[in-house]
């Protein structure tokens, strides 16, 4: 039985499992949107929403400029800080287009960006969508995202966009035949 054991064995050692949650948790934060199987991103929400959580408890200290923050919102920004580096690695290197490399800083986007997109929000900070099997190993996958601005804004520009796209292709194809019936 397993009573009071939470969390998954993924059938790995406990370091394995550490160093592939910490890898998890590192790539969701750098590009906010990851595909893994179900078991995992299930496990990685639990990891992920309690570091997010730790930097939107700070308040306003976790966003603000260290110079116009008081000595004691200084050292509590400091152990947040460690704690949430103690856990995911520092930089993460995001691929730009055109081959350029672009080297982020995680901890400052979880105190900055994270914290203070989900200031008023008591958690929930991710969304799994389930895609289905996968064609290899008929693993289950899902795709798991930080929910809020960053992500919806480029969804809703890439729907507005194909949607204005294909309403101005529909109205000029409707145009034309009239005009075509104007001249003749």
Same mark, same amino acid.
């Given at each position: 039985m397993r009573h009071k054991n939470s969390g998954r064995k993924f059938d790995r050692n406990t370091s394995s499992r550490r160093a592939m949650l910490r890898n998890l948790t590192a790539n969701l934060i750098l590009h906010e949107r990851i595909e893994t199987t179900d078991a995992k991103a299930k496990e990685l929400r639990r990891v992920a929403e309690r570091l997010i959580t730790k930097a939107r408890r700070l308040g306003t200290v976790a966003y603000t400029p260290q110079k116009d923050l008081s000595v004691a919102d200084r050292a509590r920004r400091l152990a947040a800080?460690?704690?949430? !580096? #103690?856990?995911?690695?520092?930089?993460?290197?995001?691929?730009?287009?055109?081959? !350029?490399? *672009? +080297?982020?800083?995680?901890?400052? @986007?979880?105190?900055?960006?994270?914290? =203070? +997109?989900?200031?008023?929000? /008591? %958690?929930?900070?991710?969304?799994? &969508?389930?895609?289905?099997? +996968?064609? %290899?190993? *008929?693993? /289950?996958?899902?795709?798991?995202?930080?929910?809020?601005? !960053?992500?919806?804004?480029?969804?809703?520009?890439? @729907?507005? %966009?194909? @949607?204005? =796209?294909?309403?101005?292709?529909?109205?000029?194809? #409707?145009?034309?035949? =009239?005009? #075509?019936?104007? &001249?003749?």
């Open positions: 800080s460690r704690i949430i !580096a #103690a856990y995911i690695p520092r930089f993460g290197v995001r691929m730009e287009t055109g081959g !350029a490399s *672009n +080297r982020v800083d995680l901890v400052e @986007k979880v105190l900055l960006d994270l914290a =203070k +997109r989900y200031a008023t929000r /008591p %958690g929930g900070y991710t969304r799994i &969508v389930k895609f289905g099997p +996968r064609r %290899g190993d *008929n693993a /289950p996958i899902s795709l798991i995202e930080l929910i809020g601005d !960053a992500v919806e804004a480029d969804e809703t520009q890439a @729907k507005t %966009g194909a @949607k204005a =796209k294909a309403a101005g292709s529909k109205k000029a194809t #409707a145009a034309e035949p =009239k005009e #075509a019936a104007k &001249v003749e």
